[in-house]
């Protein structure tokens, strides 16, 4: 007579080869269950494990049901760095940076290099015009197992345009199924024609009331470098921001070190990113205050970065650390598989460090304890790959091994219509 939970189900996931929950010691522990299902009511998980002991728990012929024989399922990623609204590209600076007389040609196309590029189309380009390129980047992301994304401001560097790009994506989050979650980086750059001091008070005193009285992001954010934002200037703005309710985050160290990633670690910030010119004393400051440490290989790959970060000091120290896409101009990739590829084949990151840290590591960054994991209570953002195992991700590049995509326990992509020419494949 079979036992039954008195908790209804409304879905089963059934007969996976591989569950990778993310769930273990340290970021190399990610807790995969082998012949496995995963039993969802309501949008939450409510519990998972060996398939004979589901079959005995739960009646497996009532509801909707995924067979996943042959494949694996894993938590959905959670990309906590991106710059997902912006106007046009950089495509033709991208290409002429590639032979190196980026300069010549840039002057013989008449075009402007850099962020302020992005800045000028950003800043003319509609609400609606921002909306409709964001949503085809974000659902392409979605197609990749993307199901929770950060986006950050910071093309505006006015009031009026960092607003409007905060509400894109406000709306992005409400009217497609990815959970967006913004962040105010009105300190990305210094506007032309302003002092650093003149722009810090139009930060501080103008653009953080008016996106706290507007509900508008969950974060604030500031770049400390050389250049842009000195680590006490990056406080008063994150303080700020404090005060109407932004958690702080703080990209440092990417170009150099002028004490970022100390005030990262003295103010407990949810999330420390790039860290290309972190000391080892630091990293152990990190370590020890929690603070998640956010890397984003593509970023480095993309720019031909002098000194890439030392992902596998911060992960032997016991940092935890997030991957990231860093989607932006300068960085256009919607994969974090991709990602993962670097991070493995680049930085020396195990392949289940990659995936931990693309997902709880993503959650980690976000302040977010309701997702990244497979675990009962926690939120039903999964998604199901095609390949016999999980170490397919770092070893198949530039595939998609994604099949299908739960958000919330809903299916929001399905390829399984596919499948089954790629599992012969993994078979033959």
């Known amino acids: 007579m079979k036992k039954t939970v008195e908790r209804p189900v409304d ?20 807790g995969v269950l082998r012949d496995a299902f995963i039993a969802v009511n309501g949008g939450q998980i409510v519990e998972v494990g060996a398939e004979a ?24 990623f959670v990309d906590s760095h991106t710059h997902l609204v912006f106007n046009g590209t950089r495509v033709e600076e991208y290409a002429a940076k590639l032979t190196g007389d980026e300069r010549k040609r840039l002057e013989e196309l008449g075009i402007t290099a850099g962020p302020n590029r992005t800045i000028e189309l950003t800043r003319h380009a509609s609400e609606e015009e921002l909306f409709e390129q964001s949503k085809k980047r974000m659902m392409k992301m979605l197609e990749y197992g993307m199901t929770t994304i950060e986006s950050k401001s910071g093309y505006g560097l006015t009031t009026q345009s960092e607003i409007k790009i905060l509400e894109v994506g406000r709306r992005l989050g409400m009217e497609t199924p990815v959970d967006v979650f913004n962040t105010f980086l009105g300190a990305h750059g210094i506007p032309d024609g302003m002092t650093k001091d003149e722009y810090l008070r139009v930060i501080i005193d103008e653009m953080i009331p008016e996106v706290g009285k507007r509900n508008l992001a969950e974060f604030a954010d500031a770049w400390c470098d050389d250049g842009y934002f000195t680590a006490e200037e990056s406080r008063q703005i994150l303080e700020a921001g404090l005060k109407y309710g932004m958690k702080p985050k703080l990209h440092a160290d990417a170009y150099s070190y002028i004490g970022g990633s100390d005030l990262a670690a003295e103010m407990n910030m949810v999330s420390v990113d790039h860290l290309n010119y972190t000391p080892e004393e630091v990293m152990d400051q990190l370590a020890k205050s929690g603070v998640t440490g956010v890397l984003m290989p593509a970023l480095d790959f993309a720019v031909g970065h002098k000194k890439p970060f030392d992902a596998r000091k911060m992960l032997n120290k016991g940092m935890t650390i997030a991957l990231a896409t860093d989607l932006c101009p300068a960085c256009y990739t919607e994969s974090m598989q991709f990602v993962i590829n670097l991070a493995c084949r680049l930085y020396k990151f195990s392949v289940e460090e990659a995936i931990k840290a693309a997902t709880y590591g ?14 009962e209570g926690k939120i039903a953002d999964l998604q199901i790959w095609g390949i016999p195992s999980y170490v397919h991700i770092a070893y198949e590049l530039g595939t998609n ?28």
Do not use: W, Y
């Open 53 to 76: 002991e589901g079959s005995e728990l739960f009646d497996l012929s009532s509801g909707r049901q995924i067979d996943a024989a042959g494949k694996v399922v894993a938590p959905g």
């Open 362 to 375: 993503g959650a980690c960054a976000l302040g977010l304890d309701d997702r990244g994991v497979i675990s």
């Open 11 to 30: 879905l089963v996931i059934r007969n996976a080869a591989e569950v990778v929950t993310c769930i273990g010691d340290g970021m190399s522990d990610i």
């Open 401 to 428: 091994i994604v099949e299908t995509v739960l958000k919330d326990g809903e299916i929001v992509i399905d390829h399984s219509k596919l499948a089954g020419e790629r599992t012969a494949i993994h078979q033959f």
